[in-house]
């Protein structure tokens, strides 16, 4: 590239992207692209929707900043309104920050910070699981399990211990889900006790799993069961929503698919749907009443938490979704696209598993469709099928290093909320033909 940007991969050229509408994006060369993926799973109602621009515009003439120590706003106490009143059980109570990392590292400090109030301060480890991503900060990253993402980072991090995840297709145990005795969920009481309960402060999961696997479903009773883990041991759970949260699974929370109650609840990304930096992290009643009736305050935040423009944006992002019905439709065409992909896996002995749930689904790719042997990853499958799809004008999310944190391939394919099923039919279209340029077949 010829100007000053110091971009994440110095040897590529970046398309210049001047235009968005919908589905689609177009570079300054007049080359369109088809936006199967939302960008990072971010843009849930796509882009250029003429109702989040003017709320954005009007909130602009009004007040672009207010500091969070010393003020409030309108946007910020309407959005955390409209997220506890869609949030389950007693979630009540929403702070906001920038993003998805920030997110998680607020729920990180504030478990820590809550058994200090609670007369408990031993406790502060964090147990996460294994092909996890939580984040990039220091903190969202120790509590990250994706071995690739870490590794640089590892001499500084916190050693937070790890778990097997709930993947189903990649057993840990070795066993299926119409046989498995939940032996992922007993691993988190088995860690607890490893770790000593006094110890421990919270599990964090993400109900379904973002890139680390590629939109992996728990078996039915995970969730429930790590809860009554949770309960048995006072350890608060956290959902990671980052990615799943405000209808990308065809509810509200992906928690809500299995009626489980998380402590806290993480969300960005879909939140504003990419029309402004935003996070927060909503809790039940007991996490707030802790510090009201001990020191009286959490003092941890960022400069940019509680933006009135980014709230506004925020605000009309979800008021979108609900007015439009797109927590719903999510469900109905997600559903079209997981049947329409395993039409296109039985086609082809290279594709080994599909998976998710509403319009979040993976295609992971295998060598063996038998024994899901996966391709090396010297082979670098996931980046060759994501850039021959890009050179195509479709844009998928690479879910490399899949199988175990090194080796594994996969992408997503997770597109609007507003996506029809013509649409579907398009992006499908094209990824078929990308899939048998890469593997020839």
Known sequence: ????????????????????????????????????????????????????????????????????????NRPVQELATLIA???????????????????????????????????????????????SYHGNTLGALSMSGHIGRRRRYAPLLADFPHVPPAYCYRCSWGKKPDTCSLECAAEVEAAILREGPDNVAAF?????????????????????????????????????????????TGAAFAVDHWQTLPDMLCMAKGISGGYAPLGAVAVRDHIREAFSNGSGRFAHGFTFGGNPIAAAAGKAVISFVLDHGLIERSRATGAYLLEELRRLAAKHEYIGDVRGLGLMTAVEFVQDKISGKPFAASQGLTDKVVGKALDRGLMLYGAGACADGVSGDAVMIAPPLTVSEAEINEILSVFEDTLEEVFGR
């Open 204 to 248: 964090i999961l993400e109900p379904v799993v973002g890139s680390s696997i590629g939109a992996a479903v728990p078996k039915d009773g995970y969730l429930q069961t790590v809860r009554t883990i949770c309960d048995k041991y006072d350890i608060l759970l956290i959902a990671d929503e980052v990615m799943t949260g405000l209808g990308r």
């Open 1 to 72: 590239m010829d100007d000053h940007v110091f971009y994440p991969m110095l040897r590529k050229r970046y398309p210049v992207i001047v235009k968005a509408k919908g589905l689609y994006l177009w570079d300054a060369d007049g080359k369109r692209y088809i936006d199967a993926c939302c960008g990072a799973l971010v843009s849930n109602i796509g882009h250029g929707v003429e109702e989040v621009n003017e709320a954005i515009i009007k909130q602009l003439r009004e007040v672009a900043f207010t500091h969070r120590f010393k003020f409030t």
């Open 85 to 131: 009143d869609l949030s389950p059980g007693d979630i009540n109570w929403v702070t906001f920050m920038s993003g998805g990392s920030e997110a998680t590292e607020t729920a990180m400090k504030m478990a820590r910070e809550y058994y200090i109030e609670k007369g408990k301060p031993s406790k502060y480890k964090i147990i996460a699981r294994w092909q």
